[in-house]
């Protein structure tokens, strides 16, 4: 089915589109939001019950909107905040649909496929996020049932071998909960991810650090520092640690936790180039109006260089008000 001409078609309902959403109803555009997952489908995939490092004042969607417990709010504290926000301002989001194609059109604007429909639409805005790639090792056995490349929660594994592949907060937050629920854990790091206490370069935060050591100290956790994991089978991991001796450890179930990539395909399909940055790539676009070098065609969110939730909120309400003067003239 096609519809009308949209002013603006935004791709993902995390926190950056749902910004993005909200500024639109205000610049009273014709708006639509086309989301893969359900509202907030990042924060949805957070582990259970996990409690966020950021403050409300950087999450909510309003000042002083956000109501939580503790200091900081949890997973389900924040979703529901989100879910909220969407059925009170009666945001068009359209959960469960996928933009599978884009094209330009010659009358100007694009043309974007869904799993559901077909939309035109003046201006796109791409909030897609960068979850839809979690890395890979690469080894033998990464395809086995027991590998995760997400964690979830820790209760299946009580009184079983897990081990937390990463060096980032996911894994060390991944490993500490497991720890915590009687999970024998294995913490399998890079000495320098470790060894690294600068915030500024993604440091294990100290209050995820704190308790992981006094687990380790307990004996309730193990560390592995690792050059390469040599393959994964059914009962244990082959390891090639930081000292050039393999071990192989026995094992029930492995989390993957490396970080995830964006799905650039329908960026490059429209034109949009794609530049390294980092670990990953960003798509090149202008640091004032997040356009990117394709006329009309813009991006906000955690795949550009304003990252975390914090950004991904501030960036379209910025960058709407300029798109709305835009199609204006
Ligand atoms: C475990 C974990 C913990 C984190 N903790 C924090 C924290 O404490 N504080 C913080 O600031 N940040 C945290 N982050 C990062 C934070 O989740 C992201 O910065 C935030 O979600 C970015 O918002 P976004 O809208 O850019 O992207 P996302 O929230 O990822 O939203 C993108 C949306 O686009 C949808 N989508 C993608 N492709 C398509 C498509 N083709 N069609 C339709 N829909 C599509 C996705 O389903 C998704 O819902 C954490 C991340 C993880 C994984």
């Not at 966020?52 to 709010?73: D, Q, Y």
């Not at 798509?283 to 990117?292: A, H, L, R």
Request: a negative charge; proline letters at 5%.
């Amino acid at each position: 089915m096609s519809k009308g001409l949209l002013d603006l078609l935004i791709i993902g309902a995390g926190p950056a589109g749902l910004s993005a959403a909200d500024a639109a109803a205000r610049e009273g555009l014709d708006y639509l939001v086309i989301e893969k997952g359900l509202i907030a489908d990042t924060i949805f995939h957070y582990p259970v019950g996990r409690t966020v490092f950021s403050t409300p004042n950087e999450l909510e969607m309003r000042e002083g909107s956000l109501e939580s417990c503790r200091e900081k709010p949890t997973r389900e504290e924040l979703l529901s905040h989100y879910v909220r926000f969407v059925l009170e301002r009666e945001l068009r989001v359209n959960t469960e649909e996928e933009a599978q194609s884009i094209e330009r059109i010659s009358s100007g604007g694009f043309r974007v496929l869904t799993t559901r429909a077909e939309y035109t639409a003046s201006r796109v805005l791409f909030a897609i996020g960068a979850m839809q790639h979690p890395r890979r090792l690469g080894v033998p056995g990464e395809d086995l049932m027991k590998v995760r490349h997400r964690f979830i929660e820790p209760y299946p594994y009580v009184r079983r071998d897990a081990m937390v592949i990463g060096g980032g907060n996911s894994a060390a937050e991944a490993a500490l909960f497991l720890a915590e629920e009687g999970a024998r854990t294995t913490l399998t790091i890079w000495r320098a991810d470790w060894e690294n206490r600068d915030p500024k370069k993604n440091s294990i935060k100290h209050w995820v650090r704190t308790p992981l050591e006094a687990h380790i100290e307990q004996g309730h956790l193990r560390l592995v520092f690792f050059q390469e994991i040599e393959e994964i089978t059914e009962r244990s991991v082959r390891i090639k640690l930081d000292d050039g001796e393999t071990v192989e450890l026995p094992n029930d179930a492995v989390f993957v936790l490396i970080g995830s990539d964006a799905d650039f395909t329908l960026l490059r399909q429209a034109g949009v180039l794609i530049e390294p940055s980092g670990l990953t790539q960003v798509p090149v676009y202008d640091p004032e109006t997040f356009e990117t070098n394709v006329p009309g065609l813009y991006v906000a969110g955690h795949f550009t260089h304003a990252r975390h939730i914090k950004e991904a909120i501030a960036v379209p309400r910025r960058i709407i008000p300029i798109i709305a003067a835009g199609l204006k003239r």
